[in-house]
């Protein structure tokens, strides 16, 4: 992953440096800031699309420089195309246009050509952040896996533990391959932790078990089950988190004189802190802080989610009823966004407490685990068919938890953009109280 994001950070200044030397041959500020706002996103939208920053692309030899010129010849096919229809030659003049092709092309091949060097000859086969997990059996693995002992360091497969499920998701989280070495009582279990962690999973096998495998492979000859990948590839993480960003920076910026008009109203309505933070289960199962405007009273919030909140709930402050009616206390989880715990749509976060009727979600269908494969969001596709509010049945848990899936094995950021302008629809809904 970090690598990958080098080089795409290295494609970009490639880029950038091949339009700033056509810049000094011909000194242009207008057609400088132009090209700059044109190519690059081009260029970055068109190779992620060709999976020019993929594992296996910088594994080749050459590090991926034919993918890398093609996608940047499209660049610049397009980059012709809009001038020629605009007739914006006097703004980007074409001989500053060949210039800056020919320089950017010899620098991002050249870039390419290093990095391909570099990995052939330092990563080699250590490319991948490897790990394998031995739970009362062991075998021999090769030197580059990081090896861990479940039992030592307390790693269980507990899906009735969410604590457990938090370690397990921290362990493993900038791991891109994870393989468990168990007995075969517990394979079953460490298949389901493997599917909710968002990392590519594996477990060692003799026999071909009956627990959702959708791949064979080996380590040290010793055949693995596939059992989970992540429902994102690299490319679309990088894809989904750029629009994160594009989206919310400025929609803070738009929204800080409703941020602090809350908050002051918050402080004024009732004493305690602007605002509520409490603990959810996010991506891979681990723990993190959730941020909301307060909308209770502070010696009758809930912690831990086990009560959810009534039409006519006592506990909820004046000024919480509109904002809570209105969507606005969900308006500080857009820092959320920004620091990277959450994204704008994914399956929404509960609190570890929460129930549906009497039970908790994970003891009504296992399965809930696995809707923690990518970042909890903002909004999500349960939120827009109208499965919010209290959860007073199982069925209430069950219609989202169907939606959450559904969403992670059909992601495309088309639907996140759809899923965002359904959500306008429905910022105000009966359930939102």
């Given amino acids: 992953m970090h690598l990958a994001l080098?080089?795409?950070?290295?494609?970009?200044?490639?880029i950038m440096l091949g339009i700033l030397v056509a810049w000094f041959v011909k000194p242009d500020p207008a057609a400088l800031v132009a090209l700059l706002?044109?190519?690059?996103?081009?260029?970055?939208g068109t190779a992620l699309n060709s999976r020019a920053f993929a594992i296996s692309t910088l594994r080749r030899g050459s590090g991926g420089v034919s993918i890398a010129l093609r996608s940047l010849a499209f660049s610049f096919a397009a980059l012709f195309l809009l001038v020629y229809f605009i007739r914006s030659?006097?703004?980007?003049?074409?001989?500053?246009?060949?210039?800056?092709?020919?320089?950017?092309?010899?620098?991002?091949?050249?870039?390419?050509?290093?990095?391909?060097s570099y990995i052939?000859?330092?990563?080699?086969?250590?490319?991948?952040?490897?790990?394998?997990?031995?739970?009362?059996?062991?075998?021999?693995?090769?030197?580059?896996?990081?090896?861990?002992?479940?039992?030592?360091?307390?790693?269980?497969?507990?899906?009735?533990?969410?604590?457990?499920?938090?370690?397990?998701?921290?362990?493993?989280?900038?791991?891109?391959?994870?393989?468990i070495v168990c007995e075969p009582d517990a394979r079953a279990d460490w298949a389901m932790m493997l599917k909710g962690a968002n990392v590519l999973g594996e477990v060692m096998v003799d026999d071909i078990g009956s627990f959702g495998a959708f791949?064979?492979?080996?380590?040290?000859?010793?055949?693995t089950l596939l059992v989970a990948s992540g429902p994102l590839t690299l490319s679309q993480r990088v894809t989904k988190r750029l629009f994160d960003l594009a989206l919310c920076i400025?929609?803070?910026?738009?929204?800080?004189?409703?941020?602090?008009?809350?908050?002051?109203?918050?402080?004024?309505?009732?004493?305690?802190?602007?605002?509520?933070?409490?603990?959810?289960?996010?991506?891979?199962?681990?723990?993190f802080e959730i941020l909301k405007f307060r909308s209770m009273h502070v010696a009758e919030c809930d912690a831990d989610g086990n009560v959810s909140a009534g039409r006519s709930d006592s506990r909820v402050t004046r000024v919480g009823r509109f904002i809570r009616s209105t969507s606005i206390d969900e308006l500080p989880q857009l820092f959320n966004v920004v620091f990277g715990s959450m994204s704008l749509v994914g399956p929404r976060p509960h609190a570890l407490g929460?129930?549906?009727?009497?039970?908790?979600?994970?003891?009504?269908d296992n399965r809930y685990w696995l809707r923690h494969a990518c970042k909890p969001g903002l909004t999500g596709l349960a939120q827009v068919r109208g499965f919010r509010g209290a959860t007073h049945r199982r069925e209430d848990l069950t219609n989202r938890l169907q939606a959450d899936l559904e969403y992670l094995n059909g992601w495309s950021i088309w639907r996140d953009i759809s899923i965002i302008f359904a959500t306008l629809r429905v910022v105000v809904h009966r359930n939102a109280f």
Avoid: C
């Fill in 120 to 179: 052939h000859r330092h990563l080699n086969d250590r490319l991948l952040a490897e790990m394998v997990i031995f739970d009362r059996a062991r075998t021999q693995v090769p030197d580059r896996m990081i090896q861990i002992d479940a039992e030592t360091t307390g790693i269980v497969p507990d899906l009735a533990d969410p604590v457990a499920l938090h370690r397990f998701g921290e362990l493993v989280r900038d791991m891109d391959r994870v393989v």
């Fill in 354 to 364: 929460s129930l549906a009727g009497t039970q908790l979600f994970w003891e009504i």
């Fill in 6 to 14: 080098s080089v795409v950070l290295g494609d970009l200044a490639a």
């Fill in 37 to 44: 706002a044109v190519t690059l996103p081009i260029y970055a």
């Fill in 215 to 223: 791949g064979i492979s080996a380590v040290a000859h010793h055949p």
């Fill in 89 to 116: 030659e006097q703004f980007i003049p074409r001989s500053m246009l060949l210039t800056t092709m020919v320089a950017s092309a010899v620098l991002l091949g050249g870039f390419r050509i290093a990095v391909g």
């Fill in 250 to 287: 400025p929609a803070l910026i738009a929204l800080a004189p409703v941020l602090l008009l809350t908050a002051l109203a918050v402080k004024l309505d009732s004493r305690g802190p602007v605002f509520f933070r409490q603990r959810r289960v996010g991506r891979g199962n681990a723990f």
